[in-house]
């Protein structure tokens, strides 16, 4: 199998940190990072989230305005994304932006067709702990933004730099009628 393929495999390193331009333009959108629920001290050094967990982050209250690069893996995808879904629609979460691989197709990945979102472009090289980029990537990256319609064009303006973005149909829809 081409190692390319394996975009649902756990390498079992999880600390591949979002670029700043990103992490950036989501606190643009944001106006603020409450919590990272997936981050260490290192990484906050560039998110700057009020409080970010490191371990624990499924058994603690989500709150506020959430950024999250959550650890990739066959097995943290689907529970990551239904964690920050289920946080944003029974309201413990105002507004979220996270940063996933674009990975289409996946059942994990369907929930978040539900929000705009932005195609990073070029693909996304993420910093490793030692500070260098993390060259070759396979796959490329999107941020997804949950949030109030009202502000999805927040949104499409502080990422319209960073790739291609897109909004549910139903969202265009009900925006240009």
């Not at 906050?44 to 650890?71: C, I, L």
């Not at 994304?81 to 940063?99: P, S, T, Y």
Request: hydrophobic share 35%; proline share 6%.
């Amino acid at each position: 199998m081409n190692k390319a393929q394996l975009i649902n495999q756990d390498s079992g390193q999880c600390e591949w940190y979002t670029p700043p331009e990103i992490i950036e333009a989501a606190r643009k959108v944001l106006g603020r990072i409450d919590l990272d629920p997936f981050s260490s001290e290192q990484a906050n050094k560039t998110v700057k989230a009020v409080e970010f967990y490191s371990s624990d982050a499924f058994e603690r209250q989500w709150w506020g305005n959430v950024w999250m690069n959550h650890p990739f893996s066959r097995k943290m995808n689907p529970l990551c994304i239904k964690k920050l879904c289920d946080a944003f629609e029974v309201g413990e979460i105002e507004e979220a932006c996270c940063i996933t691989f674009a990975a289409t197709s996946e059942k994990w990945f369907q929930p978040l067709h539900n929000y705009p979102q932005c195609y990073l472009v070029p693909r996304t090289n993420y910093y490793l702990p030692d500070g260098t980029k993390k060259k070759g990537v396979t796959k490329g990256s999107v941020v997804t933004y949950l949030g109030s319609r009202s502000r999805d064009l927040v949104f499409a303006k502080y990422f319209q730099d960073l790739g291609e973005v897109k909004f549910p149909f139903c969202s265009t829809v009900q925006t240009t009628l």
